[in-house]
């Protein structure tokens, strides 16, 4: 099937290629061939290249936009070293040569991120504008560290910047021409952002510290006096964080710890847990000096309530609040999330969905269902959402957000604002000789260099702005609205449809496009909870002295929003709650794995807090309700058939 599929890209894109190669027999289009072109491409080969390589691109992006191609590859680790030479071609090669390995080598060893199938992670957004950007930054390279190295490459990023501040409604502290002297940058990654503002972050608290012990700056007092103070410092996130603040810390070379959250408050950090989580490293001797709070985390995009944790904030004032919001903050272009009603709170927390035409409502011959949604409101409506607004952004000192996951740049194009530019800059600024130059002396110019780790930087706000011009704020906000509502429809189907019921258990607030569940631990099937033993699974295993029967699917009686009797039954038969609980874990994962090992469909399972879940989210610009429709049945088949093969295996 693969092959196949593959087989007919390969026809066209041959028949393409041909189409191209000798096209263009305008000799006042030919460049002349110098010594320099003769090492490489000329003008006139880069011409046929270039268009055979766009037409392939196009093919290829239809092929995949279909959902035709499968979207795991079928190969083996070390797949392509047997196809290419052992060593690099010691003479030129022509384009003919070159651009047929991407077919035959490069694209079957692909995973496509554009496929609709592609429900994994988060998306990683491609569009036309964004690959026309790409090739007009590689053609003018221009590593624009300062002003001098490409005034337009600076100027561009600073007003791409201030616009999509604006169109995210982000506070206007956070414009580069805000009073407070804030302003935005691109960085490659939501990672480097992190780390990037944590050793701002450092820098200011060591020097605040000094500052107020009166120490001269600089002196040579200070700086010992700092070396002693800087091993004490602590960074901060809760245990839902993306690890990048930890692998951060580690780069910043502090202490990590996390605030602790619960299933209950929606994995979110909660007042109390950040203050003890505060208190308990002062009393240990370390020093604050950096959080990390998630708007959107990656296992199942919570929350943090910034504006229920600023009083406590407000008491540490030189702890730098980062806010995280790689792949959810672009939503906020879309004014429905950016001004998420200030009176939501993190208890009103239900989901929010509409009714697929079609799927029951409430049970049947079922079990009782997952906790019924509310009253649906008229779509586009984002589900559970805390406050966010200008009031609730000026409790943070930094924002990121990438565009190349949702937002329908590619990779790579990470958002960093920054309330206090100088509180980067004063961390990063070294200027050599060899740097020095009268416009950056003048102190009118920006120089992104001191607001980033690299020196040399890529012409990344093309991308941005050919986007951005492309689909217009508008634009962005329906492919938001678009793709949630394909969310919506899959959280739909998981809590309504029969089999969504019968099986599984939606397990967070579905938010941004994102469902996570798990097999219902009710679902399990008895045979398997009477084996005793001990139980693998990613969960903690437990042992188990169950003697239960029953019918080959039957299940055990626990399902949400029976809260008194699962309590009742847990304390009466703990292993097998115990039991089924860790076999609903395992069987999550176990059906993931079986669906991307078919190729078809990839998907993500996580684990947090002893629950082990699917998640899904489909935010491409090719996602559709269709696909994830179609991915539904994939997973209840699979869950079926993997439960259908555990109690066989069972029976020996
Ligand atoms: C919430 C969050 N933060 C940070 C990251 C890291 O992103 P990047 O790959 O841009 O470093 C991710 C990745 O998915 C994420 O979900």
Redesign the pocket.
């Given at each position: 099937m693969k092959i196949a599929a593959y087989r007919v890209f390969l026809k066209v894109h041959q028949a393409t290629t041909r189409t191209y190669v000798g096209a263009s027999s305008n000799p006042s289009l030919s460049t002349p061939r110098s010594e320099a072109a003769n090492l490489g491409m000329n003008a006139d080969e880069f011409r046929k290249a270039a268009h055979a390589a766009i037409e392939e691109i196009i093919q290829y992006n239809q092929d995949v936009a279909s959902g035709t191609l499968p979207v795991l590859p079928n190969i083996k680790p070390g797949y392509l070293r047997p196809q290419l030479p052992a060593a690099a071609p010691q003479h030129p090669q022509s384009w003919q040569d070159i651009q047929p390995d991407i077919a035959k080598s490069i694209v079957p060893g692909l995973t496509h991120w554009q496929s609709p199938n592609f429900m994994a992670?988060?998306p990683a957004c491609s569009t036309y504008p964004s690959i026309l950007g790409e090739m007009y930054s590689s053609a003018f390279t221009a590593p624009a560290f300062n002003w001098l190295c490409s005034p337009a490459c600076t100027e561009l990023e600073t007003i791409v910047l201030d616009w999509l501040a604006d169109a995210l409604h982000l506070p206007k502290d956070f414009r580069s021409d805000s009073p407070g002297g804030g302003g935005g940058v691109i960085q490659?990654?939501?990672?480097?952002a992190?780390v990037t503002v944590m050793v701002a972050a450092r820098e200011r608290y060591l020097n605040r510290r000094a500052d107020a012990k009166g120490l001269p700056d600089p002196s040579p007092e200070r700086e010992e006096w700092i070396a002693t103070l800087r091993p004490k410092l602590v960074a901060l996130s809760s245990d839902q964080?993306?690890s990048?603040t930890a692998k951060g810390a580690i780069i910043a070379g502090t202490y990590h710890r996390t605030v602790e959250t619960t299933w209950q408050d929606d994995l979110a950090v909660q007042p109390d847990a950040l203050e003890s989580t505060i208190k308990k490293c002062i009393e240990d001797g370390r020093e604050p000096y950096y959080i990390t709070l998630?708007y959107?985390?990656?296992s199942t995009c919570a929350q943090d309530p910034l504006h229920l944790l600023a009083p406590i904030l407000q008491k540490y004032p030189d702890i730098w609040v980062h806010v995280?919001?790689?792949?959810?903050g672009t939503a906020l272009v879309c004014p429905e999330y950016a001004n998420a009603s200030t009176s939501a709170s993190p208890s009103n927390s239900n989901g929010t969905i509409p009714t697929p035409e079609g799927l029951p409502t409430n049970g049947t011959e079922q079990p009782p269902p997952n906790p019924p949604p509310p009253t649906q409101p008229p779509l586009p409506s984002p589900t559970g959402l805390l406050p966010t607004g200008p009031a609730v952004w000026s409790h943070a000192d930094s924002f990121n957000t990438?565009l190349?996951?949702w937002l329908l740049v590619s990779f790579?194009a990470?958002l960093l604002y920054i309330r206090s530019r100088h509180a980067l800059t004063s961390a990063l600024s070294i200027t050599p000789a060899y740097l020095q130059n009268k416009h950056t002396d003048s102190g009118l110019v920006t120089d992104y260099r001191d607001w980033q780790i690299p020196l040399g930087r890529r012409f990344r706000a093309l991308k941005i702005w050919f986007v951005v011009r492309s689909y217009g704020v508008e634009g962005l906000r329906a492919h938001i609205r678009r793709t949630v509502r394909v969310g919506q429809r899959l959280e739909a189907l998981v809590r309504q449809s029969e089999d969504g019921r019968a099986l599984f258990e939606v397990l967070s607030k579905p938010a941004f496009g994102l469902t996570c569940f798990r097999v219902r631990p009710g679902a399990v099937p008895r045979q398997l909870l009477a084996q005793g033993g001990v139980v693998e699974g990613p969960g903690e295993s437990v042992e188990t002295e169950n003697t239960m029967d029953g019918s080959p699917f039957g299940t055990v009686e626990q399902q949400d929003g029976e809260e008194e009797g699962q309590a009742e039954k847990a304390k009466a038969q703990p292993t097998e709650t115990a039991t089924a609980e860790n076999l609903a874990n395992k069987f999550s994962k176990q059906v993931v794995e079986t669906i991307n090992d078919g190729g078809q469909l990839f998907l993500t399972s996580s684990s947090t807090h002893g629950k082990t879940f699917i998640r899904v989210v489909s935010g491409n610009a090719n996602a559709g309700e269709e696909f994830v429709s179609k991915a539904f049945e994939m997973v209840v088949t699979t869950t079926r058939e993997v439960l259908r093969q555990a109690v066989k295996e069972s029976r020996g």
């Amino acid at each position: 099937m693969k092959i196949a599929a593959y087989r007919v890209f390969l026809k066209v894109h041959q028949a393409t290629t041909r189409t191209y190669v000798g096209a263009s027999s305008n000799p006042s289009l030919s460049t002349p061939r110098s010594e320099a072109a003769n090492l490489g491409m000329n003008a006139d080969e880069f011409r046929k290249a270039a268009h055979a390589a766009i037409e392939e691109i196009i093919q290829y992006n239809q092929d995949v936009a279909s959902g035709t191609l499968p979207v795991l590859p079928n190969i083996k680790p070390g797949y392509l070293r047997p196809q290419l030479p052992a060593a690099a071609p010691q003479h030129p090669q022509s384009w003919q040569d070159i651009q047929p390995d991407i077919a035959k080598s490069i694209v079957p060893g692909l995973t496509h991120w554009q496929s609709p199938n592609f429900m994994a992670f988060f998306p990683a957004c491609s569009t036309y504008p964004s690959i026309l950007g790409e090739m007009y930054s590689s053609a003018f390279t221009a590593p624009a560290f300062n002003w001098l190295c490409s005034p337009a490459c600076t100027e561009l990023e600073t007003i791409v910047l201030d616009w999509l501040a604006d169109a995210l409604h982000l506070p206007k502290d956070f414009r580069s021409d805000s009073p407070g002297g804030g302003g935005g940058v691109i960085q490659g990654s939501a990672s480097e952002a992190i780390v990037t503002v944590m050793v701002a972050a450092r820098e200011r608290y060591l020097n605040r510290r000094a500052d107020a012990k009166g120490l001269p700056d600089p002196s040579p007092e200070r700086e010992e006096w700092i070396a002693t103070l800087r091993p004490k410092l602590v960074a901060l996130s809760s245990d839902q964080a993306h690890s990048s603040t930890a692998k951060g810390a580690i780069i910043a070379g502090t202490y990590h710890r996390t605030v602790e959250t619960t299933w209950q408050d929606d994995l979110a950090v909660q007042p109390d847990a950040l203050e003890s989580t505060i208190k308990k490293c002062i009393e240990d001797g370390r020093e604050p000096y950096y959080i990390t709070l998630s708007y959107g985390t990656t296992s199942t995009c919570a929350q943090d309530p910034l504006h229920l944790l600023a009083p406590i904030l407000q008491k540490y004032p030189d702890i730098w609040v980062h806010v995280d919001a790689a792949y959810a903050g672009t939503a906020l272009v879309c004014p429905e999330y950016a001004n998420a009603s200030t009176s939501a709170s993190p208890s009103n927390s239900n989901g929010t969905i509409p009714t697929p035409e079609g799927l029951p409502t409430n049970g049947t011959e079922q079990p009782p269902p997952n906790p019924p949604p509310p009253t649906q409101p008229p779509l586009p409506s984002p589900t559970g959402l805390l406050p966010t607004g200008p009031a609730v952004w000026s409790h943070a000192d930094s924002f990121n957000t990438n565009l190349h996951k949702w937002l329908l740049v590619s990779f790579d194009a990470s958002l960093l604002y920054i309330r206090s530019r100088h509180a980067l800059t004063s961390a990063l600024s070294i200027t050599p000789a060899y740097l020095q130059n009268k416009h950056t002396d003048s102190g009118l110019v920006t120089d992104y260099r001191d607001w980033q780790i690299p020196l040399g930087r890529r012409f990344r706000a093309l991308k941005i702005w050919f986007v951005v011009r492309s689909y217009g704020v508008e634009g962005l906000r329906a492919h938001i609205r678009r793709t949630v509502r394909v969310g919506q429809r899959l959280e739909a189907l998981v809590r309504q449809s029969e089999d969504g019921r019968a099986l599984f258990e939606v397990l967070s607030k579905p938010a941004f496009g994102l469902t996570c569940f798990r097999v219902r631990p009710g679902a399990v099937p008895r045979q398997l909870l009477a084996q005793g033993g001990v139980v693998e699974g990613p969960g903690e295993s437990v042992e188990t002295e169950n003697t239960m029967d029953g019918s080959p699917f039957g299940t055990v009686e626990q399902q949400d929003g029976e809260e008194e009797g699962q309590a009742e039954k847990a304390k009466a038969q703990p292993t097998e709650t115990a039991t089924a609980e860790n076999l609903a874990n395992k069987f999550s994962k176990q059906v993931v794995e079986t669906i991307n090992d078919g190729g078809q469909l990839f998907l993500t399972s996580s684990s947090t807090h002893g629950k082990t879940f699917i998640r899904v989210v489909s935010g491409n610009a090719n996602a559709g309700e269709e696909f994830v429709s179609k991915a539904f049945e994939m997973v209840v088949t699979t869950t079926r058939e993997v439960l259908r093969q555990a109690v066989k295996e069972s029976r020996g």
